[in-house]
């Protein structure tokens, strides 16, 4: 009987886990472009103002401004600290299909190995059978591991445009 990993995956678990960090990416990058749209309309609307009623009026509605990029700056930073996280979480799951991938490969040159070794026609077809299973295991494997690193990769692309549009305006992003 074969040996069993206990931390098998199906394909089903593995795509659906893909389509989860996808989804957790797109909605934390689009509250990253919220966030990153307020600080620029409340850069762009102080430039506009001209203050020239009275200088309380005045110091008083650059505090509320600045008050307002702070608030919009800080909440830019936690939302790109949890995408961060989430960067992380589909990275080490890019890291899990490669190893699932690599311990496929290894299995393709056992099976390969005893194709080469059994005698009999019948054995040798089941042992074909096995062996195409590990190919298209392999090949799934390969695909989603390219599936999810181009949406991370992408995912990381948009937050630092995000980042440079932040920085742009010279607000403080950590």
């Known amino acids: 009987m074969a ?3 206990s931390d098998r995956r199906s394909r089903g678990e ?3 886990r893909i389509e989860k960090h996808q ?3 797109r909605e934390k990058g689009d509250q990253i472009g919220k966030s990153v749209s307020d600080v620029e309309l409340e850069r762009q609307t102080r430039d506009q103002l001209d203050l020239g009623g009275t200088s309380e009026a005045a110091e008083a509605i650059e505090r509320a401004l600045d008050s307002a990029e702070d608030t919009s700056v800080k909440e830019f930073d936690a939302e790109s600290q ?3 996280q989430v960067h992380g979480d589909a990275e080490g799951h890019e ?3 490669r190893e699932r991938s690599d311990a496929a490969n290894t299995d393709l040159d056992k099976l390969s ?3 080469g070794r059994l005698h009999g026609d019948s054995s040798n077809r089941e042992l074909l059978k096995a062996k195409e299973e ?3 295991d392999i090949e799934f494997l390969k695909e989603q591991e390219a599936r999810a690193r181009e949406a991370r990769e992408e995912s990381k692309r948009l937050h630092e445009e995000h980042q440079r549009r932040i920085s742009a305006g010279g607000g403080q992003v950590t």
């Open 3 to 5: 040996r069993r990993k």
């Open 14 to 16: 593995i795509t659906e």
């Open 23 to 25: 989804t957790d990416m």
């Open 82 to 84: 949890a995408l961060d």
């Open 95 to 97: 890291t899990e299909l």
């Open 113 to 115: 190995d005893a194709g």
């Open 134 to 136: 590990d190919e298209r």
